[in-house]
């Protein structure tokens, strides 16, 4: 029988980061429905797959519903909550007793609340006395990260989605908008302008195919390409001369280095005739408002770090930037990245400082109340950084929060001794099925999206709340109230005693924000939130004009020409390409690329294997994306059985052969929970984030 709702309450999707409203439908206190919020500046009355099963997926069997530990036998068996907690600090502590505080490190996520993670860094880094902990956000949001600090001052995506709509050419390199961001795709439907779509991709992906152009350049050439645009630009003198002596430094020396990258090489240096190159150039001089989009095929790359400045230096070289549909921007991942960018006291300490800055640590201390010798005076580890201490012994004790390295860390083989080399591993998830979770010593069962409250903050700065409005099962409880018992039964319980409730903890990331290009001290409350449907960073406390006073809907950074370094001014930042350090070879001769492989999955597939309705979307087989040249010279049929082989795994997959590979590479969806065995482990040098996109194999039938 139909459920009649007796009321609505709105909340943000918890999936990407493009931070979609919702209408949840309730009845007696309970989500029973939801439907996209038509007044959410975001989505517009719009919502993906991923999105309308929302509710769906928090129904499973292998919901985590009580605390696990691993007993004598080797298996994960129920204890009581408070079993738990002394196991874990008893655990925890006796590894650091032993082998100093660093011993115990933790890998957190983009998926929890902001408020969240703010709690986690400080109980971890502050009360617990750990220096190592990052996020899952090294493998996917890094890149951007140092990318913009570098040469903007501050780690700050500049757009706002309407840019989307205003631009009359943009430009997506590495980005599947189609696929990993389709409402955001959706805005782009909505342009008015008939607006130019260039696509950069070594793939004809769904995005390419509805671009007006598609430039599908040899992998790993990117940086070499975006350097031959900007020469040429430079070379036919179609750049804002008085916006980059007014509002950059270093424009000279990076004209003197392009130079070098004639339009007539870039068959040989990118595989694209020059002529192509040639109108992507005037297409970029002749737009009035050119945007520069870029995603996962930029920031997961052993040079991602340059490759994302190459796009930065464009935008601020034709005066692309500050003014609407334009921007170099960077559209982020997951429905929380950037706020762990901010927030999470990882990589940043809390509020985008500095752990190395004495005076930022005095100002996070008085903020917060706690002794200034509690916070580190260096930089935690990386990702990969963590995994390396794991391997020589120097971690012992990890924590996993809301991620599943298990299956997404890069050389899967090599990821999985790495964990098994821990004397004590503690996975926090809502699911006790995940890769890392079964491999657990203890599963703390966590509540996820819907059953809990806090904020995400979305790829264009937009902080949206989202609501509990269903209950976690059996005894499964929210992210903030396992970290209220761990500093509980840790003994630093005191230092957080202020912090009860999520809203509690907005309140202190405000204080922690004050003055910094995130500054959110105008945001009153959880309630303005709700009213304004999110509201952007910055939004300071000097704006506000009184209690009833709300923020504009839509902000875009850098309308004034200032960027966040001392002189107020950007950088011209670049660095000679280098090839990667495995390429295909004889043994060897296929590129594996690697992507987002449907609308209707996330990540690995944790939660969004759980819906009905999402399997039906895509394929439950592994298939191997094959070009039709390929699939010729190694006699292959569609939906054949063949290995694919790196040097480092096996992998068995089904052949699918398309056109929308060229020769000589291969594409395996990053969903699949085989797919890292073949992956290849570089980094970016400034980065750390892994290259996923780049590995050589081999296709054998078996
Ligand atoms: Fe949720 Fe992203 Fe889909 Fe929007 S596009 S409904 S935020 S998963």
Same mark, same amino acid.
């Given at each position: ?5 007796? %009321? ?17 439908? @309730? ?63 008893? $655990? ?24 969240? @993670? ?10 617990? %006395? ?59 439907? $909505? ?14 992906? *769904? ?60 068959? &040989? ?53 500050? $003014? ?13 990245? @950037? ?38 005076? *260096? ?34 083989? *090599?990821?999985? &001794? ?32 819907g059953e809990k409250e806090g904020t995400f903050i979305?790829? &264009? ?41 999520? *809203? ?22 959880? $309630?303005?939130? #709700? ?16 209690? #009833? ?28 390409? /280098? ?101 290849f482990p570089q980094f970016d040098s400034y980065s750390? /984030? ?13």
């Open positions: 029988a139909s459920i009649k709702p007796d %009321g609505t309450t709105t909340s943000v999707c918890g999936f990407c980061s493009t931070g979609c409203g919702l209408e949840l439908h @309730m009845k007696d206190g309970k989500a029973v429905n939801l439907s996209p919020s038509v007044d959410w500046p975001v989505n517009l009355g719009m919502a993906c797959p991923k999105g309308w099963e929302s509710l769906t997926v928090l129904k499973a069997n292998d919901r985590a519903t009580a605390p696990l530990l691993k007993g004598a036998d080797g298996k994960l068996a129920p204890v009581s909550w408070d079993d738990a907690m002394k196991t874990f600090c008893e $655990r925890f502590q006796d590894i650091q007793a032993k082998h100093g505080n660093d011993s115990v490190a933790f890998l957190s996520t983009g998926q929890i609340a902001t408020e969240e @993670m703010f709690f986690l860094g400080a109980l971890a880094k502050f009360g617990m %006395g750990m220096l190592h902990g990052d996020g899952n956000t090294r493998q996917c949001m890094a890149t951007a990260v140092v990318a913009y600090k570098e040469s903007f001052g501050f780690d700050a995506p500049p757009f706002t989605y309407a840019d989307f709509e205003e631009s009359d050419v943009l430009v997506f390199v590495g980005s599947n908008l189609c696929i990993a961001h389709p409402i955001m795709w959706e805005r782009v439907l $909505r342009n008015p302008h008939q607006p130019k779509i260039i696509v950069i991709d070594p793939r004809r992906t *769904e995005t390419a195919v509805a671009a007006t152009h598609h430039l599908p350049l040899k992998p790993k050439t990117d940086l070499a390409l975006l350097y031959t645009i900007a020469n040429v630009l430079i070379e036919n003198d179609w750049i804002d001369t008085n916006y980059i002596a007014n509002h950059t430094v270093g424009f000279d020396d990076f004209r003197q280095y392009v130079a070098e990258y004639r339009l007539e090489d870039s068959l &040989e240096n990118c595989g694209l005739p020059s002529a192509d190159v040639m109108e992507v150039v005037k297409a970029i001089h002749e737009g009035q408002r050119v945007s520069f989009w870029w995603t996962m095929g930029v920031n997961q790359s052993h040079q991602g770090v340059r490759t994302a400045q190459a796009i930065i230096n464009l935008a601020m070289m034709t005066g692309n930037i500050g $003014r609407p549909g334009t921007g170099a921007n960077s559209v982020t991942g997951q429905c929380n990245a @950037m706020g762990s960018r901010l927030f999470s006291n990882t990589t940043n300490l809390l509020g985008g400082h500095d752990f190395r800055n004495a005076d930022h640590r005095q100002k996070i201390a008085d903020t917060l109340n706690i002794p200034v010798g509690n916070i580190p005076t *260096e930089n935690s580890w990386s990702y990969d950084g963590i995994m390396e201490g794991i391997r020589r012994g120097d971690i012992r004790g990890l924590w996993v929060i809301a991620t599943n390295p298990a299956h997404s860390w890069i050389h899967q083989k *090599e990821a999985h &001794e790495t964990l098994s080399k821990l004397d004590f591993l503690v996975v926090q998830d809502m699911y006790h099925s995940t890769e890392t979770a079964v491999r657990a010593d203890l599963v703390l069962p966590a509540a996820g999206w979305n790829s &264009e700065r937009r902080i949206g709340l989202h609501k509990k409005v269903v209950p976690a099962p059996g005894q499964a409880l929210a992210d903030f109230q396992i970290f209220r018992l761990v500093s509980h039964y840790w003994g630093c319980g005191s230092l957080f005693e202020n912090w009860k409730t999520p *809203e509690d903890v907005f309140q202190a990331m405000k204080q922690c924000s004050q003055g910094q290009p995130c500054d959110i001290t105008g945001i009153r409350d959880y $309630r303005m939130l #709700d009213d304004a449907r999110g509201v952007q960073w910055p939004t300071r406390q000097d704006e506000s004009t009184g209690d #009833d006073w709300m923020p504009a809907q839509q902000r875009r950074l850098f309308e004034d020409g200032q960027y966040f370094h001392a002189d107020g001014k950007a950088r011209f930042i670049f660095e000679p390409p /280098q090839a990667p350090n495995e390429e295909p070879s004889e043994d060897f001769p296929l590129r594996l690329l690697t992507g987002r492989g449907t609308a209707a999955q996330w990540h690995t597939q944790t939660k969004t294997s759980k819906s009905a309705v999402l399997r039906t979307l895509y394929s439950t087989t592994l298939l191997i994306d094959v070009s039709p040249d390929d699939a010729a010279a190694l006699q292959l049929l569609p939906h054949d059985k063949v290995l694919v082989q790196s040097a480092r795994g096996e992998i068995e997959a089904r052949v699918n052969i398309t056109g929308s590979v060229q020769s000589g590479h291969v594409f395996l969806p990053m969903h699949n929970e085989l797919t890292n065995r073949l992956t750390r /984030q892994p290259s996923y996109k780049n590995a050589a194999v081999r296709i054998v039938k078996p």
